[in-house]
């Protein structure tokens, strides 16, 4: 597997990240719902995954993401957004050094956008510690964000497949043989 990013890589990394920015920015859902942020993150993330299949993809779209996030101004945060964004991304492409790439594309992804969520509740659990919750708050907290941000991660996961389908019916990106 060649590990050199060409353009139409670089374009479609930015493609997902300016996406999941401008998304996140427009519908600013406020559901009451710990987690629900996980959606739309790992659908991007894993979209970026299946079309460019590159080791480090996921996180230079995690980081593009952030920084994109960071200049204009979306979410709460500050500078600390960017880790909000490259964590769980980071997370995903430490994972695929372990995951086989012999599994399916479904399993593969339903793994990565729960190794994601761990890496998203447990940076909320650390910002808990750091603002000096009691451990027993800080845990359940993560606990609820850890149940509700999988379930809305194994979500996203279940739609890439399909829409990576789609991608390749149209010639937008090479199969996954040719990779």
Known sequence: MNNKFTLHDALFIGF??????ALKGMLRLKLGLSG???FLMSFFYLICYGAVARRGAISLCGLLAGLVAMTFSVGKGGPLI????????IAMDLALLLLPSLMALKWR???????????????????D???????????LQFAKSLLMGSMFATLAALLVPPVLTRLVSHGLIDSEEKR
């Open 82 to 89: 960017l880790i909000k964004f490259a964590l769980p991304a």
């Open 129 to 139: 510690l750091i603002v000096g919750l009691s451990m027993q708050v800080a845990l």
């Open 16 to 21: 997902c990240a300016t996406l999941l920015v």
């Open 109 to 127: 992804c339903i793994i990565l956008a729960l190794i994601a969520t761990l890496a998203w509740a447990g940076k909320g659990l650390a910002e």
């Open 36 to 38: 629900h942020s996980m």
